[in-house]
């Protein structure tokens, strides 16, 4: 069974990929944000230290989660389906 | 007092005469510097029903304790005095080096009275004060402006000035310093205006003493380390224009004012599109680590460019329905170099515009505007029009809330200001702490007096009571004003890890004083009771604490998701807002509330 994602990348995360959109199929039934993070590394390494820690497999405190362009997340609250979209986007709310 | 100069620089711009007078100690430590020093001192200097564009209306500038301290992101001062557009406290903030001039000429507020019957340039300076004639200056755009005086005083000297929108008394014109900045909101460039002065300009390189000069040389390397961190990478990277793809995303970026019907493409002058295709340059405060300034190269005009933040941008296009970088760019542009708030200018033709669309304008109104080719160029027109006050430009110049009176038909139900302050570019239907803080401001509709977008844009935010807001609304009003008084710049928040406690220990050793986190967080609290109290004083009643009408009978759709906001939602708030502040159910501050904070004895 697979399961087929799309990430929407924002702010100096899609300026440093030249990605506004990333789709992400895994060959398994349960999947999180950890999966995610580690799919995006390897696409994409220059998000290492930026955007993303590779080595935790998770978002710098700049960056935040959103599920679906809906309600912004944790990591840890985010249950992900098929067809769901993660949005990665600045976590700083100003300006 | 280490950290201040203790004195005040009243100036009679009308008998041309200036004065010091001292600054106490307990007054300080009541309201800081800032914001809430210019709060302090419009109270005693404005006189009861005074007219905003008239003599009697004081110009305060104010400095703070941290000026001069050299902390990341502290060269800021404010600008206060009775908005022309709202009749109630107007106080704007602006930043760099001009900061540092005022108080190296000695003063931590400078207070101008009256009306000069010339247009003057003030000059403040070791020799004093100098009222020199400006009327070669009129007429000349801000950047024009700072050039000439720079030329005639020569080096050192650095100038805030209006453009024509403030010499035409445009009630949203701004006050323009350090090549471009902007007090932008409230209408502070109008009463500037009013009372005739062109310009002011300070050289003074005057040192204040700190009370523990090694400490804070410490806390300054340790700033400067984290402001360059994660905490801030937004504002170092695209800067604010990263929020308008992600509002766009969100469905809560307001457009074609506030309908939201547009059909158009926003992508096309997101941050990160101007970041890839524009030729873009980052610039400074002075002593600033984050550098949030875009400076863009304007399409096809050389090499002119413009300082471009979110709200301008919002402003400058989707809110008026437009998504042509180069019309954007060049209005930016034109509303600094003019001296006009981007977020009123705009609101106000977004409004207008409308009203056309609907062919509600009067006929003898019709015979006023500019000949156009397409929406691009009669926004333009409009711009134009508003900062000479020629044409329609001469109504439109009052602003949305004054000009919907006029017209009626319904056109006050999508004027979209709060108290007669335009709203910026967060949508009050979506972000519901927002809203509350937007009814709730003593300025208007502002989103930088409470940061409550911050609450809305949390993971927790789905499962907030209407009770909570209203608390959170309190708390981010009295956190917003402590920075604003110190002041910081509000980007480099996420840097401390406890606000109070950090910059208690800050105004310590800069100060000498002993003053806790407990105390400082009660200035927060004291100075948003005065702003309501100068409010309540000049008028102010439980009808101000509003929003548009639009808000509320228009809800957002999309899709299968409605976004709305009801009358009852947002009253209901604003009890819980008025009981987590202490204040009567009609928002009216007890007796003894004023004495429990020392404002009254």
Redesign the interface.
């Known amino acids: 069974m697979a399961i087929n994602l799309t990430v929407e990348l924002f702010g100096n995360s899609q300026v440093l990929t030249g990605q506004k959109l990333i789709d992400l199929q895994f060959l398994k039934p349960q999947v999180d944000i950890c999966d995610v993070i580690q799919a995006l590394g390897q696409r994409f390494p220059m998000l290492d230290g930026k955007v993303l820690d590779f080595g935790t497999k998770s978002l710098l405190s700049s960056y935040a989660l959103n599920l679906n362009g809906v309600g912004f997340k944790d990591a840890a609250q985010i249950e992900l389906a098929d067809g769901d979209s993660i949005l990665i986007l600045p976590s700083q709310a100003g300006g | 007092m280490f950290g201040y100069n203790n004195k005040i620089l009243i100036i009679d711009v009308s008998s041309k005469s200036w004065k010091w007078e001292d600054l106490e100690e307990d007054v300080v430590r009541d309201f800081i510097g800032g914001s809430g020093l210019g709060a302090y001192l419009l109270y005693q200097h404005c006189p009861i029903g005074a007219e905003p564009l008239s003599h009697s209306n004081p110009l305060i500038f104010c400095a703070s304790p941290l000026v001069g301290s050299k902390l990341t992101t502290t060269s800021k001062f404010a600008v206060v005095s009775k908005s022309p557009q709202t009749g109630f406290i107007g106080d704007s903030l602006s930043s760099s080096s001009i900061a540092l001039s005022i108080k190296g000429v000695g003063a931590d507020a400078v207070v101008i009275t009256g009306a000069s019957r010339e247009w003057i340039s003030l000059v403040v300076d070791k020799e004093g004060v100098r009222f020199n004639d400006a009327s070669n200056l009129l007429g000349t755009t801000t950047s024009a402006t700072e050039k000439s005086l720079m030329g005639t005083l020569g080096k050192g000297y650095d100038t805030a000035c209006i453009g024509p929108a403030g010499e035409n008394l445009v009630r949203f014109a701004s006050i323009s310093n350090d090549g471009g900045r902007q007090a932008g909101r409230t209408g502070n460039g109008a009463v500037m205006g009013s009372k005739k002065i062109k310009a002011i300009s300070f050289k003074g390189h005057k040192k204040i003493p700190s009370f523990d000069e090694n400490a804070l040389a410490k806390t300054r390397i340790d700033l400067n380390y984290k402001s360059l961190g994660?905490?801030?990478?937004?504002?170092r990277?695209?800067?604010?224009?990263?929020?308008l793809?992600?509002f766009e995303?969100?469905?809560i970026l307001p457009t074609g004012n506030f309908r939201n019907q547009s059909n158009k493409d926003f992508q096309n002058i997101s941050?990160?599109a101007m970041?890839?295709e524009e030729k873009v340059s980052t610039s400074h405060c002075a002593n600033c680590t984050i550098g949030c300034e875009k400076l863009i190269t304007i399409p096809n005009s050389g090499s002119e460019k413009v300082r471009l933040?979110?709200?301008s941008l919002f402003a400058m296009g989707p809110l008026v329905g437009i998504s042509d970088r180069e019309t954007i760019l060049k209005s930016s542009k034109f509303c600094d170099e003019s001296g006009m708030d981007t977020i009123s200018a705009g609101s106000t033709c977004a409004w207008f515009m409308e009203c056309m669309q609907k062919g509600i304008i009067p006929e003898s109104w019709l015979k006023l505007l500019p000949r156009y080719d397409n929406e691009e160029d009669l926004f333009a027109q409009l711009l134009r029009s508003i900062a000479e006050r020629s044409g329609i430009g001469d109504i439109l110049a009052e602003g949305s809330a004054r000009v919907s009176e006029a017209i009626g038909l319904g056109s006050q139900e999508f004027a979209m200001h709060v108290k007669g302050l335009e709203m910026p570019g967060y949508e009050p239907r979506s972000l519901h702490t927002m809203a509350l803080a937007l009814a709730v401001s003593t300025r208007g509709a502002c989103h930088n007096r409470s940061?409550a977008?911050?609450y809305?844009?949390?993971?927790d935010?789905?499962g907030y009571k209407q009770s909570s807001r209203g608390r959170m609304v309190v708390e981010g009003e009295d956190y917003s004003a402590v920075m604003d008084s110190l002041i910081w710049c509000?980007?480099v928040?996420?840097v401390f890890d406890n606000f109070y406690d950090e910059s208690a220990e800050i105004l310590n050793n800069i100060t000498g004083w002993d003053i806790d986190p407990k105390q400082l967080a009660q200035c927060g609290e004291r100075i948003n009771n005065l702003k309501k109290q100068f409010n309540i004083r000049e008028g102010w009643n439980r009808s101000h604490d509003n929003l548009p009408k639009r808000i509320f009978s228009d809800p957002l759709i999309n899709g299968e998701?409605v976004s709305s906001i009801s009358e009852s939602e947002l009253d209901n708030m604003i009890e819980y807002y008025y009981d987590a502040r202490g204040w009567t159910s009609d928002g009216i501050i007890p007796s003894e509330k004023l004495v429990s904070l020392g404002i009254k004895s």
Do not use: C, I, P, W
């Open positions: 994660e905490a801030t990478e937004k504002y990277t695209l800067g604010t224009m990263a929020n793809s992600v995303r969100l469905k941050g990160e970041h890839t933040e979110y709200q940061s977008y911050e809305d844009f949390s993971s935010s789905d509000k980007f928040r996420r998701k």
